[in-house]
DNA sequence: ACAAAAGTGTTATGATTACACCCATGC
DNA sequence: GCATGGGTGTAATCATAACACTTTTGT
């Protein structure tokens, strides 16, 4: 099946796969975009990503085309985040987009391609097609997921001491969060681990830090039913 | 741009649009299907939709491909769900297929075509394609909004008791769901108004129940920070 | 000793569940 | 009067936020 027919009654249409790929530098988010050479949208940064094969799906789709930008082993979560079809998103002809949302951790520093760089999320330079508002989305996907799944494990570095974890919260969530409570609410979820081992402490003296790890690398809902829980089972 | 085109560096494909329409029917969820005459599949029963045009976006084409099932108007809620990619999800030849969620409020029984019919979504017969899962996926983006959001008014009669209300939510979550508490948390939520109005008590007697409205029709978030909320802002 | 950083104890708050009880209606 | 629902009052539970205080380290 390497070619596929078309047809009035059956129009088809070029197919990207893309990715909002998101780290957290230096304590910001930041989303990997890679800056058009070429017109439309020559200078502008664009998401990666490009045409779907005819015999890939699309996951596959975007993971080779990551693989063209970053290591894809180092992506901890890949998701599927929306489809998007306006006839005039691509001004040269039409095409659809599927967009991903993969998260790599902090402690990675992928080697990137010459036009490839990392932009902070809250300070976005000139987009290209609707690839801005994509970037959003997946923001507004990851903000939503830290607070009822533990997505935060692709974010994180494998072990990290509860300030580190803090930062890496804040730097997605954009506002404060106290590293007190962010430790007890995962660890009474169980989302997080004690690895027995501790940090070194600072330059500046302190009790160093006790290092935790995520319980699970693979997406889970901790805090299943925000509201309208199904009774309680247990009698009393 | 009424045609499109497509290289070997660009390959195209059929796109479908397909929807998983919900209605709560005597106190169950119910899914609108439509049964197969031709093969493949034949018999089975499969989601309305059909192919995308060259100059529509997938929402719009959602909205004219139900329009051959049921009236659009009736849909008080309808969003992007997912899209499926998988090279052999059609055997015939490969087509690509975004799944939308429309909602149905309870009160309304719209005419269907003659191969048309509403399933219980906890015993859907024979499904075609992978038509099945997504209405899965259908249930359970439901299930998971109507613990924070408002999206309940789309599967509501536009007034009801709070008795009637519980069954909407019991139809669709599939558990118990307490009236006392559900008024409690909407009304709190600032979800539901009252309307001033009574129903009639019933042909058992009983007190006459208070009839309520959502106070949007428009999806909202109602719950927004399941947990990790930003700090307060206030000052005691 | 003292400053710095991490972690624990403790209280307050707020939302929600559970359940007893009171209210309004038909027969 | 009494059965049938509907609705309110209230207590118990639970998760989380807030914050004071203790612990452990470096200088």
Redesign the pocket.
């Known amino acids: 099946m390497t070619s596929v027919w078309s047809s009035p009654e059956r129009p088809a249409f070029p197919h990207q796969a893309l990715a909002v790929v998101l780290q957290v530098r230096g304590a910001r988010l930041h989303a990997m975009l890679w800056r058009r050479a070429k017109e439309p949208f020559a200078g502008a940064w664009a998401l990666p990503g490009g045409p779907l094969r005819p015999d890939e799906t699309l996951g596959a789709s975007v993971g080779r085309q990551l693989a063209a930008k970053v290591e894809v082993a180092q992506l901890a979560h890949l998701e599927q985040l929306e489809t998007r079809s306006d006839p005039h998103r691509d001004p040269r002809s039409r095409t659809v987009a599927t967009a991903y949302l993969g998260l790599i951790p902090g402690d990675l520093d992928p080697a990137l391609p010459e036009d490839t760089a990392w932009h902070p999320v809250d300070a976005l330079p000139e987009t290209a097609f609707d690839h801005g508002s994509i970037v959003g989305s997946g923001l507004e996907r990851l903000r939503a997921k830290l607070s009822y799944t533990n997505v935060a494990f692709a974010l994180a570095p494998p072990t990290f001491?509860?300030?580190?974890l803090r930062e890496v919260y804040v730097a997605a969530l954009g506002y404060?969060?106290?590293?007190?409570?962010?430790?007890?609410?995962l660890?009474?979820?169980g989302v997080l681990e004690p690895t027995g081992e501790?940090?070194?402490?600072?330059?500046?003296?302190?009790?160093?830090?006790?290092?935790?790890r995520f319980a699970t690398t693979t997406i889970e809902v901790t805090?299943p039913?925000?509201?309208?829980?199904?009774?309680?089972?247990?009698?009393?």
């Open positions: 001491s509860v300030a580190e404060e969060v106290a590293a007190t409570n962010l430790q007890r609410v660890l009474r979820r501790m940090a070194a402490s600072g330059r500046a003296g302190g009790r160093p830090a006790a290092l935790y805090d039913f925000a509201v309208l829980k199904p009774p309680s089972t247990r009698r009393r």
